[in-house]
T-cell receptor, first 114, second 112 residues
Framework: DSGVTQTPKHLITATGQRVTLRCSPR?????VYWYQQSLDQGLQFLIQ???????AKGNILERFSAQQFPDLHSELNLSSLELGDSALYFC?????????????FGSGTRLTVV | QKEVEQDPGPLSVPEGAIVSLNCTYS??????FMWYRQYSRKGPELLMY????GNKEDGRFTAQVDKSSKYISLFIRDSQPSDSATYLC????????????FGPGTRLSVLP
């Protein structure tokens, strides 16, 4: 157990729907990163929050949004889902804002859009 | 050309073999280099983290960085079936996590 908790583990939904993925960072970690992993694209950085504030944005679609709450858990909202959004979604956490020395990943949420 | 390339494998080796996993990259400004191990249905787990060129050893694992060739390697000595996983390299210009660029991963199978 890495200490980073992601729920749900699996999610199957239809095109056009909206889902929320949840991440609880490791105790003491203030920074949360969201990644998408698909077979053809590898791990793609989506967005980072540090202590409740957005710090960096990567290749995140406008249909996707995220936030980090005062208790430091984070949610990734995916709306108007398309078949191509099917992927593994990981969050990772680190103590520092920069992710010095790497960071710790959760076990991911497998999203299947049908 | 992708920024970071890895042979996807699968790479199959017998137990006890020395495994060499490699990544090539195109951006000569990368300075931070990492190797992650990802078991099936799990998130990536950091194995090695190095800065600039040179070697770093940790138990059975050795990471090498050759910046002049834009090539990094991970060696696994005395490989075990428990090493069977996908190995991802990652690299960055700076130490900011959002700038880490991940390779697609190499799938390794160590056969008993």
């Amino acid at each position: 157990d890495s200490g980073v908790t992601q729920t749900p583990k699996h999610l199957i939904t239809a095109t056009g729907q909206r889902v929320t993925l949840r991440c609880s960072p490791r105790s003491g970690d203030l920074s949360v990163y969201w990644y998408q992993q698909s077979l053809d694209q590898g791990l793609q950085f989506l967005i980072q929050y540090y202590n409740g504030e957005e710090r960096a944005k990567g290749n995140i679609l406008e249909r996707f949004s995220a936030q980090q709450f005062p208790d430091l858990h984070s949610e990734l909202n995916l709306s108007s889902l398309e078949l191509g959004d099917s992927a593994l979604y990981f969050c990772a956490s680190s103590v520092t804002e920069t992710g010095t020395s790497g960071y710790t990943f959760g076990s991911g949420t497998r999203l299947t859009v049908v | 050309q992708k920024e970071v390339e890895q042979d996807p494998g699968p790479l199959s080796v017998p137990e006890g073999a020395i495994v060499s996993l490699n990544c090539t990259y195109s951006n000569s400004a990368f300075q931070y280099f990492m190797w992650y191990r990802q078991y099936s249905r799990k998130g990536p787990e950091l194995l090695m983290y190095t800065y600039s060129s040179g070697n770093k050893e940790d138990g059975r694992f050795t990471a090498q960085v050759d910046k002049s060739s834009k090539y990094i390697s991970l060696f696994i000595r005395d490989s075990q079936p428990s090493d069977s996983a996908t190995y991802l390299c990652a690299m960055s210009l700076d130490n900011y996590g959002q700038n880490f660029v991940f390779g697609p991963g190499t799938r390794l199978s160590v056969l008993p």
